[in-house]
């Protein structure tokens, strides 16, 4: 069983930047991010294919997050630029186990591991 371990939650102003990680301990396909704020549901933020070639990003987060993949794809670095009061929630790190057809969108359902979560607060 794969393990996904995140890092580089904080708390920063607004328009500050954070970057998260998240390491696999074993080979993982499409990684993604997702997070959650209280009293909200968790919603898909990015994603990146397992060549690191395509990613998607959330309307919301587009222009202002990167995504990228290293250290032969096990570990996945989202890059929160221009960070906004509406970015706090808790952050999860996510992965498909098998390789897929590269989709756009981010559905919780097709994510076979889970990180336990880093907190971001923007205040």
């Known amino acids: 069983h794969v393990q996904l371990v995140e890092s580089g939650g904080g708390s920063v102003q607004a328009g500050q930047s954070l970057t998260l990680s998240c390491t696999a301990s074993?080979?993982?396909?499409?990684v993604a991010w997702f997070r959650q704020s209280p009293g909200k549901e968790r919603e898909g933020v990015a994603k990146?294919?397992?060549?690191?070639?395509?990613?998607y990003f959330a309307d919301s987060v587009k222009d202002r997050f990167t995504i990228s993949r290293v250290d032969f794809g096990n570990t996945v670095h989202l890059e929160m630029n221009n960070l906004k009061p509406e970015d706090t929630a808790m952050y999860y790190c996510?992965?498909?186990?098998?390789?897929?057809?590269?989709?756009?969108?981010?559905?919780?359902?097709?994510?076979?591991?889970w990180g336990q979560g880093t907190q971001v607060t923007v205040s």
């Open positions: 996510a992965a498909k186990s098998r390789s897929r057809a590269w989709t756009t969108g981010l559905s919780q359902d097709t994510f076979d591991y």
């Open positions: 990146i294919s397992a060549g690191g070639v395509n990613s």
């Open positions: 074993g080979k993982v396909y499409t």
